[in-house]
């Protein structure tokens, strides 16, 4: 949780490219505004959603391989064999603001995503299936029960009042909270341990005109091999559909 520009698309950027490496990636961008554009294509990216359309189809898949793997997981147990190589792949499912589809969803008389969450919320830690939460101060009363109730990580990023950073984390913190907070700096805490001094890596998006070079090739640098080649992603629809013979 935090305010607007206080780095917490940056740490779910930084998730992302930490995860890859070991598993698949889901991420559903409430916000709209092209922030994981990079991993868009990649290698074990599985979606990149910023439409309610997608993200409900996305985030629908996630719960049902959620309860897929549960079972197969079960099935092989009682068997007595080791769980199936394809349920013990870790799965990210990582959401930026999906207050605004809330929002979107109650407008158009469609599902809200956040019910989708149940299941990869309250079990996905048994079927190797994480599930990340971004969203801002003046939408936490829309976050979902589920949300509220089963994330076991809480951070709060940029400037906050104490009353705040109890609310989210569950404990106060342990120094007084400055007004002046740069970008990614804050509070976290595990469970229902300590709460600690947070400051997320810088992982800025790489096709940011305000990016510096050496910042944009950094995180080039990690990100996977692309699947899609760049030419498919480049060429709007529009072109295509008017080029077809």
Not at 29 to 35: A, K, L, N, P, S
Not at 38 to 53: F, I, M, P, W, Y
Not at 224 to 240: C, K, Q
Request: charged share 20%.
């Amino acid at each position: 949780m935090g305010q607007p520009g206080t780095g917490a698309s940056t740490l779910l950027r930084s998730i992302a490219l930490q995860a890859l490496p070991h598993g698949d990636v889901v991420i559903v961008d409430g916000g709209g505004t092209g922030e994981y554009a990079c991993l868009t294509g990649r290698d074990g990216v599985l979606a990149v959603e910023c439409g309610l359309t997608g993200a409900l189809a996305s985030l629908e898949w996630a719960a049902t391989e959620t309860e897929r793997r549960l079972i197969a997981m079960n099935r092989a147990r009682q068997a007595g064999h080791p769980p199936p190589d394809d349920t013990r792949r870790p799965l990210w499912i990582l959401l930026d603001r999906p207050s605004a589809f809330t929002h979107l969803a109650a407008a158009d008389g469609h599902r809200d995503p956040q019910s989708l969450l149940q299941v990869p919320l309250r079990h996905g830690r048994a079927a190797c299936v994480t599930v990340v939460v971004a969203d801002q101060f003046d939408s936490a009363d829309v976050l979902s029960d589920a949300v509220r109730q089963h994330t076991r990580a809480r951070v709060v990023l940029g400037p906050a009042t104490p009353g705040q950073v109890e609310a989210v984390l569950g404990a106060p913190p342990h120094t007084t909270p400055v007004s002046d907070v740069p970008p990614g700096r804050g509070y976290a805490r595990l469970g229902t341990g300590p709460v600690h001094r947070l400051q997320v890596p810088s992982t800025p998006d790489p096709y940011d005109d305000e990016t510096s070079e050496a910042d944009r090739q950094a995180v080039l640098a990690l990100l996977p091999p692309r699947t899609t080649p760049v030419d498919a992603e480049s060429v709007p629809v529009e072109a295509v559909v008017a080029e077809a013979p």
